[in-house]
């Protein structure tokens, strides 16, 4: 059974940080690419960080400089480091674990990001 489990999340203010995980059990972890997504409330998910199996990374336009996604494939796990948090990055984030090759494409439950004062 596959499970991605993201933790991490919570409020805070603008201008803070937050380091979300995303613990992956049930798969190669290794093989996957890995992505942090989120939606705010009436919005479509969203991209917002993305690292290969490889390690290559990619990022939202909104996040460069701010949010950094890291991988840790001896935990089977997956980080996103958010700081200079915006009120406008307040939004439910998923872990996804897509392998294309096999088809294989999995979402955690996700994990409230709010950020106000």
């Known amino acids: 059974q596959v499970q991605l489990v993201e933790s991490g999340g919570g409020l805070v203010q603008p201008g803070g940080s937050l380091r979300l995980s995303c613990a992956a059990s049930?798969?190669?972890?290794?093989?996957?690419?890995m992505g942090w997504y989120h939606q705010a409330p009436g919005k479509q998910r969203e991209l917002v960080a993305y690292?290969?199996?490889?390690?290559?990374?990619k990022y939202a336009d909104s996040v460069k400089g701010r949010f950094t996604i890291s991988r840790d494939n001896a935990k089977n796990t997956a980080y996103l480091q958010m700081n200079s948090l915006k009120p406008e990055d307040t939004a439910v984030y998923y872990c996804?674990?897509?392998?294309?090759?096999?088809?294989?494409?999995?979402w955690g439950q996700g994990t409230q990001v709010t950020v106000s004062s």
């Open positions: 049930g798969i190669l972890f290794s093989i996957y690419d």
């Open positions: 996804n674990a897509e392998n294309l090759p096999l088809a294989h494409d999995y």
């Open positions: 690292i290969t199996s490889g390690g290559s990374t």
